[in-house]
């Protein structure tokens, strides 16, 4: 008898650590869609042998946050607003909205279209405008959201062992034989900083929240029916996505970086992307990063646009079709995606440096959950994250150096980029008394 329990218990050890490594892989391809390829390389161009500082701030932001992200929703039921239910109903509703909107028809997908068009399109034909490559480009998107089938199946299940291995051979072949010496960085500034905000730009952290009901609903089709075995097997998945995400994003990082004396300053992130394959894979290598991008680009417009029409179906309770808003998310997407990837870029950057700090603080508050008694420290920590980064947002897009220099100077971290945490902090505190004592709010989800 016991050793029929050895037994079992040995298979269900097997079983479930093959689980965790297949969850692990899909992690990592629902993580690493084929925009943020663009991203690592030019953050270590633009860091040259400062590239280990820039790694760190971009590691933080994306995947150690994302990964984080998907562990604590897991924690907290597993749905996109629950992240921000403490904070109160509406705001976890409203930011589930932005988070959705950013993460498909605003940002995300018109960046996909963008993306084809400059390294798949654009190199091998140099004639055909982007406004035909993004017809073509949605066409597909609509035709494979409408139509699910095995097509989208055969893509999914060849194109990420595909791209990981390719992405292995370069880096490794880089490592071993780098194109150039790392330089002096070329953007003056912390590296750390720079790498830590262009983190914002993959939008993982926000996609993390969604992405903790996918794995978490295919665990429990593998069997892991209670929330303490899903929450378990996430942490598992989690751990290897991470790595699998660290080893792609540092020898992406390393890559840009030795190649700093191969282009001017002024090169984009797509040209420093295309030259680097061009520069270990000689002819073949715009070919074969033309395929992997257009292919992973595709799987990742159709799942992000098919998530955008499920999201806003299921929220209006039916009452917008499913359909209705598919065509008008990808209306909207294709007309933002005749801009190149980095206005595309540039226009995104305000609105993730507000809505990232807002995720982070909601997540560390998160993983210490059960600890915060009271609801208003949630409302304290995101109205001074909230304000603060405003204020930083505000002053540089309309060029109010004097007030970006008092918050440099008065305001403790913000010559990190950290600004927002002493005033989360402070305005915590502060909520968190008037809570205490006044009796307003909440406690611990309205018991």
Same mark, same amino acid.
């Given at each position: ?177 780098? $194109? ?20 914002? @730009? ?25 929330? @303490? ?112 990837? *980095? ?31 009271? *609801? ?46 002493? $005033? ?24």
């Amino acid at each position: 008898m016991v050793a029929v329990v050895i037994i079992r218990k040995g298979a269900m050890m097997k079983r479930s650590y093959r689980d965790s490594i297949t969850v692990g892989f899909a992690m990592f391809a629902i993580f690493f869609g084929a925009g943020n390829l663009i991203f690592p390389p030019y953050l270590g161009f633009s860091a040259g042998r400062d590239w280990l500082s820039a790694t760190g701030g971009f590691l933080l932001t994306d995947p150690f946050l994302a990964i984080l992200t998907v562990v604590v929703t897991t924690k907290l039921g597993g749905r996109i607003d629950d992240i921000g239910r403490r904070v109160g109903v509406n705001f976890a509703k409203g930011l589930g909205v932005l988070t959705i909107l950013l993460i498909t028809s605003l940002v995300a997908v018109p960046r996909t279209a963008a993306t084809v068009h400059e390294i798949a399109i654009a190199p091998n034909f140099p004639g055909i405008s982007p406004v035909w490559t993004s017809i073509i480009f949605f066409s597909l998107t609509m035709y494979f959201v409408f139509n699910e089938g095995r097509v989208m199946d055969l893509i999914g299940n060849f194109l990420t062992p595909m791209l990981l291995i390719t992405l292995a051979v370069f880096i490794i072949r880089v490592v071993f034989n780098p $194109p150039g010496e790392l330089l002096a960085p070329t953007v003056e500034g912390n590296s750390f900083i720079r790498g830590f905000t262009e983190g914002y @730009q993959t939008m993982d952290a926000l996609a993390a929240p969604l992405m903790a009901g996918i794995v978490v609903t295919d665990f429990v089709r593998r069997g892991y029916d209670s929330p @303490q075995q899903s929450y378990h097997m996430v942490k598992k998945a989690g751990y290897i996505a991470l790595i699998l995400l660290i080893f792609v994003y540092g020898g992406l990082t390393y890559i840009g970086a030795t190649m700093g004396s191969h282009f001017p300053a002024s090169v984009t992130r797509v040209e420093i992307l295309l030259g680097a394959f061009s520069q270990v894979f000689g002819d073949m290598g715009a070919v074969l990063i033309a395929l992997i991008v257009t292919l992973a680009c595709l799987t990742t417009s159709v799942g992000l646009t098919a998530t955008c029409g499920d999201f806003f179906h299921s929220i209006s309770n039916g009452r917008f079709s499913y359909k209705a808003i598919v065509l008008l998310s990808v209306g909207v997407s294709f007309l933002i995606s005749l801009f190149t990837v *980095d206005e595309i870029i540039i226009y995104a950057g305000p609105m993730l440096e507000v809505i990232y700090p807002v995720i982070m603080t909601l997540v560390l508050l998160s993983a210490v959950d059960r600890f915060i008694v009271y *609801d208003m420290i949630y409302v304290g920590a995101v109205v001074g994250t909230l304000l603060m980064s405003l204020v930083e947002v505000v002053s540089q897009l309309l060029g109010w150096e004097a007030l970006s220099q008092w918050v440099d100077h008065w305001i403790p971290l913000a010559n990190i980029g950290l600004a927002w945490i002493m $005033p989360a902090i402070i305005l915590s505190i502060i909520f968190g008394l008037i809570g205490k004592y006044a009796g307003v709010g909440k406690k611990i989800y309205g018991s």
